[in-house]
DNA sequence: TGCTAATTGCTAATCATTCTCGTTTAGCAG
DNA sequence: CTGCTAAACGAGAATGATTAGCAATTAGCA
């Protein structure tokens, strides 16, 4: 009663792309390497796959602000991002307050939260 | 030397608008309540006069992943946001857990944070 | 080797947001 | 108060990201 996930060509090659990624990739910047390995393969499909991925647990969403969405392998242990203002990359910062309960009413059902700390990065800081 | 910003009068509405809001409202949730107050505004003209009274300092834009922005008066105390999953409502969550502190590396110049909140509203936890 | 449903490529359709352009009007000089 | 002009407006086209529809292709299995 379960799905047949199909282990076609182009969601290996997708896969792939990701597990040699070093940053999240926006599912555009993820076609182009796709490309690379395989042309002719749908901007389209790059969507479905990824959405694919994501529901599979194989992918982990990037939200930032203003951005199109971008993409990392799961797996990682619990973690948030710095966002720099200037040149726009995303770097990973271990760990968690923990104490992310807040003043939530009692009524209000918590599910998860995201934390996203902007600012410049070593580079960038270093220009200025 | 300056700009002259008109003093229109769906520019007046729009701004009566977002201080009477008690939560972040999108371009299309301040459409609807700027039209009870005074019909025939075009939606065009809400994007325009959201970006210029950002502009000018007036509002602050507030992200919720894959979903459009949103926007609350600026000026308010250092405060956070909870996203209902279910109806999609955004609310404001008093104060912050303070020990935003993280093991952003030393060389890295922080700017400030962004957290929300996922989970289920009153009403929509209520509803299950 | 053959069958069939999942997947693909392509295109049309959404959604949020911006842009264009001809018309209206706030703000100001006379 | 009257006119002028550039800012702002309304309507609708354009853009960029993402999703949906559909006929053709193909992975997985008998
Ligand atoms: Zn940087
Ligand atoms: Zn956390
Ligand atoms: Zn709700
Ligand atoms: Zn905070």
């Keep these: 009663m379960e799905k047949s996930p199909r282990n076609t060509?182009?969601?290996r090659t997708l896969a792939q792309v990701f597990a040699g990624a070093d940053q999240p990739l926006?599912?555009?910047?993820a076609w182009v390497r796709v490309r690379r390995l395989q042309p002719r393969v749908a901007?389209?499909?790059?969507?479905?796959?990824?959405?694919?991925?994501?529901?599979?647990?194989?992918?982990?969403?990037?939200?930032f602000p203003?951005?199109?969405?971008?993409?990392?392998?799961?797996?990682?242990?619990h973690h948030h991002h710095f966002e720099c203002?200037?040149?726009?990359?995303?770097?990973?910062?271990?760990?968690?307050?923990?104490?992310?309960r807040f003043k939530v009413p009692r009524s209000f059902k918590?599910?998860?939260?995201?934390?996203?700390?902007y600012g410049l990065c070593a580079k960038?800081?270093?220009k200025r």
Tied chains: 1, 2.
């Design 9 to 11: 060509k182009q969601r």
């Design 85 to 100: 203002r200037s040149c726009n990359q995303a770097f990973d910062l271990s760990g968690c307050t923990d104490k992310v």
């Design 66 to 77: 203003g951005q199109a969405a971008r993409y990392e392998l799961e797996g990682k242990a």
């Design 43 to 63: 901007l389209g499909t790059m969507y479905r796959n990824v959405r694919g991925l994501l529901e599979q647990g194989e992918l982990a969403v990037v939200h």
């Design 110 to 117: 918590v599910h998860g939260h995201e934390i996203i700390v």
């Design 26 to 29: 926006s599912v555009e910047e």
């Design 124 to 126: 960038c800081a270093a």
